[in-house]
């Protein structure tokens, strides 16, 4: 059977690229071996699906080549999905820092992206593996080539041929989904480097001497100024009895490595130093736990003085100078390595990938091989936490669509 274009990947990005290509008018078949499409739409953003953000700029991206995302986000961006999401009648609302939420569920976008697709005649074809791609032959005058797959449902092996490929196929990120490293693999088949991959979006594990304080504190958090290196984000960071999650957390997790130090502001908005002696001075007799419970919770911090001062004075009144500018720096300043990460097994997104220098900004198209695409989360392109990987994957399937 021949299509001028085949997707492999039902998730945000192919069918993006799907549905404009169709559009196009040209003829399009979705392969995907999960048995529904957009698995990881369903489950994003607690079932609400943060599907873009108001501040989409090239920023908030990591990639080796940080000009690559330019193109695309600036061709297809925020207004642009925002205005397709008012066509489809869909309410939404602003969370926080531009984020944009589903006021009902996820499963919102996905049917819309699966009306798109219909409306534009797609075919897309679940529980369908992909066991081979084979280059069939090469036009330089027409600046056209042919790919033959062979793929396998329900013990059918079927043979499909098409002019334009298009590797959409994601990370490693939450395998139970249905994650594979396929797109690395055909990457590798057709001589594309690639950068190594690892977990990003990714809560942390403790496993020292801590391990304690965060499984008596699980289920509470605080507001944080979290850095490594010169990175820097500000927000929600949750105990677990694993470690560490949330929102600062997670952002953060994506510029960290092993061995890697994080320093924690346990109290953003509170010079302590400052506001130790103040309060020695009115109010001696106050315990120490007592006066950080001022900003965060009882539990939380009787737990968190207990685990840094264990032998220190009780009392404000008892506390020299030294001591008291510990205590600051300790909540100020925490410093902390994890032990780790949960891995891709929870993580949102991977990190590395297919190197952008292999691939036009332009076209999302290889540039060695004709009619070889790639979109979306396979590339190495990762956003920030706050809809930034679906714009990603908006645009990036958007601009292959032009061109297929």
């Known amino acids: 059977m021949q299509y001028d274009v085949i997707i492999i990947g039902a998730g945000a990005a192919g069918l993006m690229c799907a549905a404009a290509a169709g559009q196009r008018g040209r003829s399009v078949l979705v392969l995907d071996h999960a048995n529904k499409a957009g698995k990881k739409i369903l489950m994003s953003g607690g079932g609400r699906c943060n599907f873009t953000n108001y501040y989409v700029e090239p920023?908030?991206?990591?990639c080796h080549n940080p000009h690559f995302c330019k193109s695309a986000l600036s061709r297809y961006t925020q207004w642009d999905f925002i205005s397709l999401v008012d066509k489809h009648n869909i309410p939404y609302h602003e969370k926080q820092l531009g984020e944009l939420f589903c006021d009902n569920k996820s499963s919102d976008i996905l049917e819309m992206l699966l009306t798109e697709c219909d409306q534009a005649g797609v075919?897309?074809?679940?529980?369908?593996?992909?066991?081979?791609?084979?280059?069939?032959?090469?036009?330089?005058?027409?600046?056209?080539?042919r790919y033959k797959l062979i793929t396998s449902r329900d013990d059918h092996r079927t043979a499909y041929v098409c002019e334009s490929l298009v590797i959409a196929t994601g990370g490693l990120s939450i395998p139970t989904l249905g994650a594979t490293g396929f797109g690395y693999q055909v990457a590798e088949q057709f001589k594309l480097k690639t950068y190594a991959t690892r977990a990003g979006l990714v809560p942390f594990t403790i496993t020292n001497q801590l391990k304690d304080v965060c499984v008596a504190l699980s289920g509470s958090s605080c507001?944080?100024?979290?850095?490594?290196?010169?990175?820097?984000?500000?927000?929600?960071?949750?105990?677990?009895?694993?470690?560490l999650?949330?929102?600062?957390?997670?952002?953060?997790?994506?510029?960290?490595?092993?061995?890697?130090?994080?320093?924690?502001?346990?109290?953003?908005?509170?010079?302590?130093?400052?506001?130790?002696?103040?309060?020695?001075?009115?109010?001696p007799k106050l315990s120490v736990k007592k006066f950080i419970a001022q900003w965060l919770t009882q539990k939380m911090s009787e737990q968190l003085v207990e685990f840094f001062f264990s032998n220190m004075p009780q009392t404000l009144a008892e506390l020299n100078a030294e001591q008291m500018d510990l205590i600051a720096s300790q909540f100020n300043a925490w410093q902390l390595v994890p032990s780790g990460t949960e891995g891709y097994r929870t993580a949102e997104v991977t990190l590395g990938g297919i190197d952008t220098d292999e691939v036009s900004s332009k076209t999302m198209m290889a540039k060695n091989h004709q009619g070889l695409y790639f979109i979306g989360e396979v590339l190495d392109v990762t956003g920030h936490l706050g809809g930034f990987n679906f714009q990603w994957a908006w645009a990036s399937g958007w601009a292959a669509a032009q061109y297929v």
């Open 59 to 62: 920023d908030r991206y990591l």
């Open 123 to 145: 075919d897309i074809q679940l529980k369908t593996s992909v066991d081979s791609i084979e280059l069939l032959d090469v036009n330089l005058e027409e600046s056209a080539s």
């Open 223 to 243: 507001e944080v100024t979290m850095e490594c290196g010169d990175q820097s984000f500000r927000g929600n960071m949750l105990f677990t009895h694993r470690g």
């Open 245 to 283: 999650s949330g929102p600062a957390v997670l952002q953060i997790s994506s510029y960290w490595q092993a061995g890697k130090i994080l320093t924690i502001n346990l109290l953003p908005d509170v010079d302590l130093a400052q506001v130790l002696r103040e309060t020695q001075h009115e109010r």
